[in-house]
């Protein structure tokens, strides 16, 4: 077995986790972009989401994560047994996550699906790669909201498309790798293409935001329907 080595540094982020709603048993949080999720095992990735938040609410634990460079709505329990819960939901595919991005150029069908299978590499960590014969199954639903231009920076007009993405599972980087299968990588992706189109090169951010997370409380059955508008 290859052994993977993680060289990233997260640079610091000085925006904070906005919390959007909180009870005894549970968090809804407003995740920014450049925050891991998790802290690292090199001790220059101390910062993260856990980190931030135990300060706080201490046993707090992650049902569920954002990539470093994704915004938004993020779940966190607050005990063992709630955490539990939520993992559950998340594993039966009982949680429905929508994503709100902006694509490389103009997707030509309104909606669509891709169905590629996803893989781990230790040879390209930390990418994924789509492979049919040792992925994993993976699905992604996608619908077009806008097709527009952009003046980047240097003057560039940047074709975009505005895209709602809902995962049916959820892989590492799933959604980044099936929107460059699809031809279109989203904007600001360092990993799958998302800076290699010219004026995108200076883009400050993935742009991809968790936009809604639909679950069911764990302690009331309260089926939950929260909401959090992209900030681009």
């Known amino acids: 077995m290859s052994t993977i080595f993680d060289n990233f540094i997260a640079p610091p982020c000085h925006d904070e986790i906005e919390i959007l709603y909180q009870d005894e048993h549970l968090l809804l949080i ?8 998790l802290s690292g095992k090199n001790a220059q990735n101390l910062d993260s989401v856990h980190y931030r938040l135990v300060q706080s609410f201490p046993g707090c634990t992650l049902a569920h994560r954002l990539d470093f460079g994704t915004s938004g709505l993020m779940v966190i329990a607050r ?4 955490n539990a819960a939520l993992c559950r939901q998340f594993s039966q595919r009982t949680v429905t996550k929508i994503y709100s991005a902006l694509l490389c150029g103009h997707v030509v069908d309104n909606e669509g699906v891709i169905d590629a299978a996803i893989a781990k590499d230790p040879a390209l960590f930390p990418l994924m790669s789509i492979c049919s014969v040792h992925g994993k199954p993976a699905r992604s639903c996608y619908q077009v909201v806008e097709r ?14 505005r895209v709602q993405l809902t995962p049916e599972t959820g892989r590492t980087h799933q959604l980044r790798i099936h929107c460059q299968q699809l031809g279109h990588p989203i904007l600001g992706c360092d990993l799958y293409g998302g800076r290699l189109l010219p004026g995108t090169g200076q883009t400050p951010r993935l742009m991809l935001h968790a936009s809604e997370l639909h679950f069911e409380h764990p302690v009331s059955a309260e089926r939950i329907a929260a909401r959090h508008a ?3």
Not at 79 to 82: G, P, W, Y
């Open 30 to 37: 407003n995740k920014p972009s450049g925050l891991l999720s």
């Open 79 to 82: 005990n063992k047994a709630i």
């Open 230 to 232: 992209s900030p681009f």
């Open 148 to 161: 527009f231009y952009q003046t980047s920076e240097d003057g560039t007009l940047l074709p975009l498309t």
